[in-house]
């Protein structure tokens, strides 16, 4: 089985660093440019899941992360609430979102 899951990450400057933040699973990566950061994030991901593949723990893991998963349909998931950061103005550069399918473990 395969589930879908729905990143928004956002992309904030820290200093001489840019860094990719996904807040819904406390993933973040770091570069030199947006682009950087970005590759690092995907990077950040795929370990993670391979992570949860090997321990069997994602469906653990994304409720522990206050993930709801539908009761009709399993395979869809939703990620929780948007919770406020507290990014200093003028420090977010970008947001985008990505589409995962990943094997139900």
């Known amino acids: ?7 928004n990450v956002l992309v904030f400057q820290q200093g001489d660093y840019y860094v990719a933040f996904f807040f ?3 993933l973040s990566s770091y570069g030199d440019s947006v682009d950087d950061a970005k590759i690092g994030f995907d990077e950040v ?4 899941l391979e992570d949860c593949k090997e321990n ?6 994304l409720l ?3 993930w709801t998963f539908n009761i ?3 395979k869809k998931v939703e990620p929780p609430a948007m919770v406020e950061l507290n990014i200093p103005a ?3 550069r970008t947001q985008y979102n990505e589409n995962w399918s990943v094997p139900v473990c």
């Open 64 to 66: 522990k992360n206050g």
């Open 72 to 74: 009709q349909n399993h």
């Open 90 to 92: 003028g420090l977010l």
């Open 1 to 7: 089985d395969i589930i879908e899951l729905q990143l």
């Open 24 to 26: 819904s699973l406390n």
């Open 56 to 61: 069997n723990s994602l469906h653990e893991d």
């Open 45 to 48: 991901m795929t370990s993670y």
